[in-house]
């Protein structure tokens, strides 16, 4: 009984949300149902975090993908991955993926979580229906929402185990935080972004970027123990590093409202969100 009244809310949850219309970009129509109150700030495990999944895999089915859920446990909890994969078979292949669970309510407060990390879903939910077309060579797209990331990246470790040796995978695209212009890399440039582990594809980066012209740098505002903690230790990528997979992470940078209360749309630069996109679409086209 208690498992058909969780898959009940569950989809009470999503469909009242999925029937409201959210005027504004597509980016910020994602925005603004993935920090929803009624999301309840997606906490792993929670009927929030379900309706979440349930939305996303409509999404990314919606656009034609091969779609599927990877349900894992921890902690007592399940969380769900949504996996979506180009039609048709490819020698290799590039994993783009965002985390999308955030903490919840938290003594009574309610964390939002937009840039952390809804601004990394809606990056991923827009790739997903720009890039597929451009596969028309060797190396096909699986673009994954992770769950799991505030529950010791458990849901990207899960998919690593499982799909890993399925897939041929050449490379792991991390969105993580994505939407702050609050942390620039130099005075006057508000228009930034860091790619952790891009040094190897600085020429194909900075190709992608000539007509955007994002502020870029390769390494954590220039700290080698930050890169290295930011890059293989706290975040969704490290699992495909453990597994020699080479992998870029994507960010903004963390800010004074991560992991906050204050981390709201309010607080994201919808402009620069869109801009830094367009760079990792032009670049991704460019590997593929």
């Not at 603004?32 to 009927?47: E, I, K, M, N, V």
Request: charged share 20%; net charge positive.
């Amino acid at each position: 009984m208690k498992a058909i009244v969780k898959i009940l809310t569950f989809f009470c949850l999503f469909s009242a949300q999925a029937a409201a219309v959210v005027p504004g970009t597509p980016i910020e129509r994602e925005l603004r149902f993935l920090t929803d109150s009624l999301q309840g700030g997606r906490a792993f495990g929670s009927p929030e975090a379900q309706s979440t999944a349930f939305y996303l895999l409509r999404q990314l089915r919606n656009e034609g993908l091969r779609t599927t859920v990877q349900s894992f446990e921890y902690g007592g909890k399940t969380g769900h991955n949504v996996v979506a994969v180009t039609p048709g078979w490819y020698k290799q292949y590039i994993v783009i993926g965002a985390y999308y669970d955030g903490l919840g309510m938290l003594s009574g407060e309610f964390y939002p979580g937009a840039d952390s990390n809804a601004s990394g879903v809606a990056a991923l939910l827009t790739l997903a229906r720009e890039l597929p077309s451009a596969c028309k060579g060797d190396v096909g797209l699986i673009f994954v929402a992770f769950d799991g990331h505030n529950a010791s990246m458990s849901g990207s470790k899960e998919f690593v185990a499982r799909y890993a040796s399925e897939y041929n995978i050449k490379l792991m695209v991390n969105l993580d935080i994505l939407g702050s212009g609050e942390a620039p890399l130099r005075k006057g440039r508000p228009d930034y972004i860091l790619a952790l582990g891009g040094a190897t594809y600085r020429l194909t980066m900075q190709n992608a970027n000539r007509l955007i012209g994002l502020d870029m740098a390769f390494d954590y505002y220039g700290s080698r123990n930050f890169t290295d903690l930011f890059y293989r230790k706290i975040s969704d990528q490290k699992w495909f590093l453990d597994a020699g997979i080479p992998a870029v992470m994507f960010t903004s940078g963390i800010t004074m409202n991560t992991n906050k209360v204050t981390d709201t749309l309010a607080n994201i630069d919808l402009d620069l969100l869109s801009k830094r996109v367009a760079f990792i679409s032009r670049w991704i086209n460019s590997l593929i």
